[in-house]
Nanobody, 124 residues
Framework: QVQLVESGGGLVQAGGSLRLSCAAS????????MGWFRQAPGKEREFVSA????????YYADSVKGRFTISRDNAKNTLYLQMNSLKLEDTAVYYC?????????????????WGQGTQVTVSS
């Protein structure tokens, strides 16, 4: 059973930075694709970023490319999302996601295991 616990959300002014963390446990995550999704009020949940646990290939939504950086610490089984130059439209609940090998065809698919979410609020 995969367990994902997010932390690091909060209130930040536009232009500021936050770093989200996701502590993963319950499996060996080699060959997994780990990622972040977000859901803004009144909107559907959307893909933000993903990383292959082994090899480290990264993927980003166009809306965050150049501002957000995804990374992982294999020794700590922890996923990170460094968010810089935050905008009002980045306000959302951010969810950590883990997709096991062989279960997905696209890293943007909303399948697999999920954390409970962490709120990010960007103010003007």
């Amino acid at each position: 059973q995969v367990q994902l616990v997010e932390s690091g959300g909060g209130l930040v002014q536009a232009g500021g930075s936050l770093r989200l963390s996701c502590a993963a446990s319950g499996r060996t995550f080699s060959r997994y694709v780990m990622g972040w999704f977000r859901q803004a009020p009144g909107k559907e949940r959307e893909f933000v970023s993903a990383i292959r646990w082994s090899g480290g290939s990264t993927y980003y939504a166009d809306s965050v490319k150049g501002r957000f950086t995804i990374s992982r610490d294999n020794a700590k089984n922890t996923l990170y999302l460094q968010m810089n130059s935050l905008k009002l439209e980045d306000t959302a609940v951010y969810y950590c996601n883990a997709k096991s090998p062989g279960t997905y065809g696209d890293y943007t698919q909303q399948i697999g295991s999920w954390g409970q979410g962490t709120q990010v609020t960007v103010s003007s």
